[in-house]
């Protein structure tokens, strides 16, 4: 199916109201030096149906950028963006990015995929952590979808449980990031987001000595569990990454998802 987003822009997407959720967190990524200039590489790792990608594009002129994204039935409208507003710019690759190359066990959810994951026990383990994800995004919706705030709150927990409804699992391929750079000679890369629902530690994992520092940017959705922010910042001032900020976007206070922008000057 095809919606437009809050400036009129066409997209293929699977579910309308995900697709402007998606669209509303973009220039959330691009705070605290994190820009998009002309001639670019991205790699967005997580791609999802593309709407990152679509944003970079229009940002800049001739940028590059590769979306990774493992779940067949989200690939293909992935590809379809693609056609639609990559002009040969926008590279998509039907893998997930982790620390070695191998397959995983993925959850679907039909009814919210960009939650979808390798790791359900970030939602398994603690079961009302899904109901705070949605309170928060009926607390901060986008501007166009601003009828989420007449919901009450309470019924939080019901919507989530409806979201979850009708989860498949199904196995995908997974790639390292530095196989990916070595087989399609990437010669940069000037911006890597992660937001891959919790595998961002094994993102960073598969990053070879040798390929780190053609990395120039970096904003990262983490997931705090034990300690994965602190164990995270030290690891990227280790790879020369300096300049570095935390943020949680705002009615996410209540969750352990955290923004990690870092730069190397």
């Known amino acids: 199916m095809k919606t437009t987003l809050a400036d009129g822009t066409p997209i293929h997407c699977l579910r309308k109201p995900e697709a402007r959720m998606l669209d509303h967190h973009v220039d959330g990524y691009l705070q605290h030096g994190i820009t998009i200039q002309d001639e670019a590489i991205v790699f967005d790792v997580g791609a999802n149906i593309g709407v990152f990608g679509v944003r970079v594009l229009q940002k ?26 990559g002009n040969g710019n926008m590279h998509v690759l039907p893998y997930g990015i982790s620390s070695m190359d191998t397959t995983a066990t993925f959850t679907y959810f ?96 598969g990053i070879e000595s040798d390929h780190w520092s053609l990395i120039s940017s970096m904003v990262i959705e983490v997931h705090d569990q034990d300690d994965r922010v602190q164990r995270m910042q030290q690891l990227l001032t280790e790879k020369g990454f300096v300049d570095q900020h935390i943020e949680q976007e705002q009615g996410l206070e209540d969750s352990k998802m955290f923004n990690i922008f870092a730069r190397r000057s």
């Open 110 to 205: 039909p009814n919210t995929p960009a939650l979808s994951t390798a790791h359900p026990e970030q939602w398994d383990t603690d079961p009302k952590a899904f109901g705070r994800a949605v309170k928060s995004t009926m607390k901060n919706p986008p501007k166009n979808m601003w009828y989420l705030r007449l919901i009450p709150t309470i019924f939080s927990g019901l919507i989530a449980k409806q979201l979850v409804k009708g989860r498949k699992t199904v196995d995908c391929q997974l790639r390292t990031l530095s196989s990916l750079i070595r087989e399609k000679n990437i010669p940069r890369i000037d911006l890597l987001k992660i937001d891959c629902e919790g595998a961002e530690w094994d993102v960073l994992q």
């Open 60 to 85: 800049a002129q001739n940028v590059q950028v590769y979306c990774f994204e493992p779940i067949p039935e989200i690939y293909e409208v992935l590809a379809a963006n693609s056609q639609l507003h």
